[in-house]
């Protein structure tokens, strides 16, 4: 059974994600600062498949000591981490030039910092075993920027750099690095938001990707991935 880590798994996109490999049964590794989220999901998980095992991490990611937590945790337990997720983030609207907007730093520690940390955290014993495979969340706005989000798109091309930096360091040691970038897709971040369903992707269709993803044998890496509504962007 692979060994999973899944960053930000209680909610959206990461919660899909974790139902789409419990199907198939794993051993899990999930984060989120919400404890209820990962009681139910874990619940869920082991209606999918019973074989399916679940280590819940409670911390606050957007730190170096919340890293540092699920690294501790999941060191206790294994030292083989087939695939690592970094899904974690958050959009909080803002401009560079709006003197009373001041959430980059959390949305750099919550979508870019984390998955550094976390990354290199785990790296060596995957270099030294030469496998695994490591997911980026990036987004559509990791390509384009756009009016009002301008402190989430930052966040995200600095992902999106560091996934593109890392799959090129890793080629030798045999780790598949995928960038991930999603354009708007149902989830707790767009709760409230009132659009016919067909207007936003599920996050379902994003987890059958990233599944397949996965599941290519290691000859192949589907490098980058491009998700868009059918009906284009919002
Ligand atoms: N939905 C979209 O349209 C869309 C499009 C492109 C990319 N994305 C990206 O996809 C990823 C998931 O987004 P989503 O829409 O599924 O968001 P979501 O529904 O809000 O879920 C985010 C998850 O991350 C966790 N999280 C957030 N901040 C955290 C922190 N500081 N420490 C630990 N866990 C934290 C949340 O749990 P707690 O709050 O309980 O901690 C939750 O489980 C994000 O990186 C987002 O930027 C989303």
Known sequence: MSNIVIT?????LGKAISERFGKEGSNFYLCSRTQ??????????MKLNSNNKVTKIICDISTASGVDFIFNTISEITDRVDLLINNAGVFLPGEISDPDCNNLEQQMN????????LTRLLLPAMK??????IINMCSIASLDAYPGGSHYCISKFALYGFSKCLRQELIPYNIRVISVLPGATWSNS???????EERLMKAEDVAEVIYTAYSLSNNAVMEEVILRPQLGDL
């Open 190 to 196: 767009w709760s409230g938001v009132e659009l016919p």
């Open 8 to 12: 930000g798994a209680g909610k959206g």
């Open 36 to 45: 209820s989220d990962l009681d139910s999901l874990e619940s869920e998980l």
């Open 128 to 133: 030294s075993s030469r496998t695994g495979t």
């Open 110 to 117: 919550t979508n870019f910092w984390s998955a550094y940390r």
